[in-house]
């Protein structure tokens, strides 16, 4: 069976197509477009156009809202409910939703899967699961988690270790996982994909006063909406751009850049230092996502603060991106994970469509 996925992410739709020929299947073609609007979709369905039909299609879908906790095959019923969920998250659902609409007009008769980053959370701890806010609301308002299909393929390529184990999905959006013995038991993103570490463009976890603050100054939900989900992290900050590579080069001789960079790696410290807490301890700390995979100094100046744990990395191997990057005496398993969500959602295909 070979399938096609399509990762549409916040700021580019990654697709890649695998023939399942063995357990892990082999990559037939792949690619990644930078989404810049409908020619972006289209010049996705071009690249599939010239390798012919696939016999399946696996999406990513960021929210599955509470009911879906597990991959699913699409039809009428399961896109009405996607169309609605759109408004959670806007930034993703909106796209990915057109996506699954285009290929089900192009596709008409092939199967088609939908795996949810949430649904890795599924197992989290009701008391990770909860809200401080009054029992009356309505139960949706709940944290469920994201970069779940991310967090699944790090723990695969780790052999499904046990122990306490922090993942660092660090890329265009960012977040931590704290899993222990296989499961989920914390992590940085709650309700929405808006919430924990600062990102690219989003800024991670506010105080609501500042909300109540911007509302106050006249700042209507549309605006409010735009600045946090396209105007703040990285971005915001540094005033002239939310790509990691740029700050890294320009922070020696802008102030500005070097604040961004500063205040990236002080939150994600901080966070890491959150989820170690919540597992009492951790032996594996894992990097993945573009920043977290192609950027040794963030990895450095993050992991610096943690030798008190008994962190301590290879430097060469830190700086070649091997994938395990920390000394032979380290006391913790520091390593680098190639984030390969569409080869999860192969699995998922071929395990759902048998």
Not at 189 to 201: E, I, K, N
Request: charged share 20%.
């Amino acid at each position: 069976m070979r399938v096609l996925c399509i990762d549409g992410g916040s700021s580019s739709i990654k697709f890649a197509c695998y023939d399942q020929d063995s357990a892990n299947g082999r990559l037939r073609f792949s690619g990644e477009i930078v989404t810049n609007g409908s020619n972006s979709v289209d010049a996705l369905w071009r690249a599939v156009d010239e390798h012919g039909p696939p016999d399946a299609i696996g999406h990513r879908i960021v929210f599955g809202g509470p009911e879906y906790d597990a991959p699913v095959r699409l039809d009428d019923a399961i896109l009405g409910r996607l169309r609605e969920l759109r408004a959670w998250d806007p930034l993703h659902l909106g796209g990915e939703v057109a996506i699954v609409e285009e290929a089900l007009r192009r596709f008409a008769r092939v199967p088609q899967v939908l795996c949810f980053d949430t649904a890795f959370f599924r197992a989290l701890p009701a008391i990770a699961v909860r809200l401080p806010l009054p029992r009356a609301l309505p139960a949706e308002l709940r944290r469920y988690g994201f970069h779940g299909l991310s967090y699944e393929w790090a723990m695969a390529s780790l052999g499904e270790p046990r122990g306490r184990i922090v993942l660092a999905h660090l890329g265009s959006g960012s977040s931590l996982c704290a899993v222990r013995d296989g499961k989920p038991v914390d992590t940085t993103m709650g309700y929405s994909v808006l919430g924990g570490l600062m990102m690219a463009t989003r800024p991670g976890d506010l105080d609501p006063g500042v909300i109540l603050a911007l509302f106050a100054r006249g700042y209507t939900p549309a605006q409010l909406s735009k600045m946090l989900y396209e105007e703040s992290g990285l971005r915001g900050v540094s005033g002239f751009s939310a790509d990691m590579r740029d700050l890294l080069a320009a922070r020696a001789t802008d102030p500005r850049a070097a604040e961004a960079v500063a205040l990236y790696v002080h939150q994600l410290r901080k966070h890491v230092g959150a989820m170690v807490a919540t597992l009492g301890g951790v032996d594996t700390l894992v990097f993945t996502g573009g920043v977290g995979e192609r950027a040794p100094e963030i990895r450095e100046e993050a992991c610096a603060a943690f030798g008190y744990l008994g962190v301590l990395l290879d430097e060469r191997a830190n700086e070649r991106g091997d994938a395990t990057i920390s000394a032979a005496q380290s006391g913790v398993s520091v390593r680098v994970v190639l984030a390969t969500e569409n080869a999860m959602i192969a699995r998922h295909a071929w395990s759902l469509l048998a």
